[in-house]
């Protein structure tokens, strides 16, 4: 039996996710598929303590990376907007190293660094040369009419989505990047 659950997690919430995967697994129901921006699958099993992590990462060798995890212990279970999942029986990691994809803190460092650079920096850009500018026309009158309205309207609720969203990731992001470099 399979089931479709929407759940939404920001790119800063990748370890809220990884520990949402792992409780739904114990549950009774392990992920098949993630579709974005927040749906997935899952399918009734066994409840099992599994491991979920994920990787953000342009593999071009994708093969030959999940070869080597797969030497590990872990299972690749798919990709979404570029995150990669992957799981491992906890009963198989007998020290918390082996519950981990990376295993030093640099290389989780890295992982946020890239973060960074390829989610936050195009939502940034995004933000100051589309969102910013088609607000403040908003806000000085240049939208008219009905359709005006709406479009103007939109951009508003862009404009605070996306403020919200840079702080939270932002902040969030920078919090596990220093957790990582100490």
Known sequence: MNKTVTKFFTIADYEEEEKWLRDQHRNGWKVIKMTAPCF?????????????RLDFRDIEKMDEYENMLKDFGWEY???????QYFRKPACETETQEEGELFSDNASKAELVSNVITTRMAPICLIFLCCVIPNFMRFMK????GPLGMILGLFFAVMFVVYVYLIIYCGTKLKK???RYED
């Open 176 to 178: 596990i990047k220093k």
């Open 77 to 83: 279970i798919g990709q979404c907007v570029g995150w």
């Open 141 to 144: 009158g240049d939208f008219v």
């Open 40 to 52: 997935y699958t899952f399918e009734s099993c066994e409840p099992e303590d599994m491991i979920y």
